[in-house]
């Protein structure tokens, strides 16, 4: 089992993550900038404890970043001195409110392309997790949205896809941090399939795969 | 039963587009800068019959553009002033060789965003087909990949999606044209899974939609 800090983890997709990862037997403190909040959360998911960003961030195997676009840079330069060899996973998807159901990646190509920038070179670098639904990791049911896990970090990658099975989730690498963007990207399809289709948290699959890991 | 083009109709994609489509019962001519290929593909294929670039979109309800990301801006210069009122179907994904597997978007964003500057405002822009295998195309089974329609024209947009049932596909519309990017990206990861993952043609499906359309 490991320790896990999920940073944004009072918000919808950090606590669906942080209650499945819980449910998986993973020791997880969340962190958050409202100390009070935290503690709620923590309590209500009986997490292992709660902390602030920057404490949640120390001693652990690995750190889930799960807040918005506008807060991804300042919480990353809040754990980076801290993280020490722990893998962070950033999950930040670079929505542009309103128009959260428009394509528009940043300049830099991808989130995780800026999260390396505000991470620096040194940081174990993952991102996941970009278009699993909240309102799914919410409930119990086995997850029917593949989750792809992007890094250069081979060995990274393997210990997030890792955490998948036992959360109820199949995880598929999708290779190179740069890679990336094509979750990003997906997020704002799949928030407009949901209207379009009336999708109660439409999701992806990828098919005709022979030997694929993680199948929950 | 509509009269459509495929430009680009001897490659692997645009052989596998003409051929469902004539299946379908469509008026299909094959477009190419080879005359003798295009002229051969038409025989093979029993195809309505076959043209040069310019030619075959001249008088078209559908042109479908299936040319590699380097042929991509003379091709759309040769039949932007004849296609008149015909919806264009780019299918051009931006891969960059030899680093296929590799996300890496232009900088005006996506290829759909690069054929409406080389197309200016007037001509009726869609794009289409960038994650369906070729090989699968090429077979008579229903294909097991949903494919994404993007088009800031509702009405070409719906034109499009409704050739792909007849074709063994269902098609989901992916919004505004700018979202093409999540396509265009998303097949670098297919080409990475079939190689990662053994994949007979890797897909995608997208699940949890409660009214899809044009389910084959």
């Given amino acids: ?3 896990i800090a999920v940073i944004g983890g009072t918000g919808a997709l950090g606590r669906g993550l942080a209650r499945r990862l819980i449910g998986a037997g993973h020791e997880v403190t969340i962190g958050s900038r409202s100390p009070e909040k935290a503690r709620a959360t923590a309590t209500e998911l009986d997490a292992a404890g709660s902390a602030s960003v920057a404490d ?3 001693g652990k195997d690995v750190v889930i970043v799960a807040v918005p676009h506008a807060s991804q840079q300042e919480t990353l330069a809040l754990i980076r001195d801290r993280v020490g060899h722990a893998v962070v ?5 670079p929505l542009v409110p309103p128009k959260v159901m428009r394509v528009k990646l940043p300049a830099e190509g991808s989130a995780a392309l800026q999260a390396r920038a ?5 940081v174990r670098l993952v991102t996941a997790f970009h278009n ?3 309102h799914h990791l919410a409930s119990d049911h086995a997850i029917d949205c593949d989750v792809l ?6 060995e990274a990658r393997g210990i997030v ?6 959360m109820g989730i199949r995880a598929l690498s999708g290779g190179a941090l740069a890679n990336s963007a094509a979750a990003e990207a997906l997020t704002s399809i799949l928030i407009y399939m949901n209207r379009t289709y009336k999708a109660d948290g439409a999701g992806i699959r990828f098919t005709n795969l ?3 890991p993680g199948i929950p």
């Fill in 1 to 3: 089992m490991a320790r």
């Fill in 56 to 58: 949640a961030a120390e």
């Fill in 89 to 93: 996973v950033d999950t930040t998807v």
């Fill in 118 to 122: 505000h991470l620096g070179p040194d």
């Fill in 132 to 134: 699993v639904s909240a």
């Fill in 149 to 154: 896990v992007f890094s250069d970090d081979v």
């Fill in 161 to 166: 896809a890792d955490l998948c099975p036992g």
């Fill in 210 to 212: 022979s030997e694929a």
